[in-house]
């Protein structure tokens, strides 16, 4: 296994406790630790669990990084409230679908929300965003 190939994997990690809160899992990216909030709930998710998993990553080294995956998605209204400036990417039900759909790798898809997070400050780019020709 060569240098590169150690970048591009993805490393998951299980659910742990800490005092008073659980991680549901983490995985390393790039040489970055993520940190993950799973929420399979039929209704799309505010403000309230967003903040929540940020107040979690603030507890954590200043480094620390999230990904919040949302089966049922994520209120405009929830998005707009909880702002921009976060250390978290979102990730929805129907992002994983058409990954899976289309044969995109999980690593894929991140590194193109990371990169289009940090050029518009947006935390949840929908994957047709991304791959506007992708099969639905």
Excluded at 24 to 44: C, I, P
Excluded at 85 to 103: E, F, H, Q, R, T
């Amino acid at each position: 296994m060569g240098r590169n190939d150690l970048l591009i994997r993805t490393f998951p990690k299980g659910a742990f406790r800490l005092k008073g809160e659980q991680i549901d899992g983490s995985f390393l990216l790039n040489n970055e630790t993520y940190l993950v909030e799973a929420k399979w709930h039929s209704t799309k998710t505010g403000n309230a669990d967003l903040h929540a998993f940020h107040g979690k990553l603030d507890q954590k080294i200043s480094w620390a990084r999230g990904v919040f995956i949302s089966w049922a998605g994520f209120t405009k209204s929830g998005l707009d409230a909880w702002g921009r400036g976060k250390k978290v990417i979102c990730v929805s039900g129907y992002d994983l679908v058409l990954m899976l759909k289309n044969n995109i790798s999980f690593r894929m898809l991140m590194e193109e929300k990371i990169r289009r997070a940090a050029e518009t400050g947006n935390l949840y780019i929908k994957i047709d965003e991304i791959y506007p020709n992708i099969s639905k």
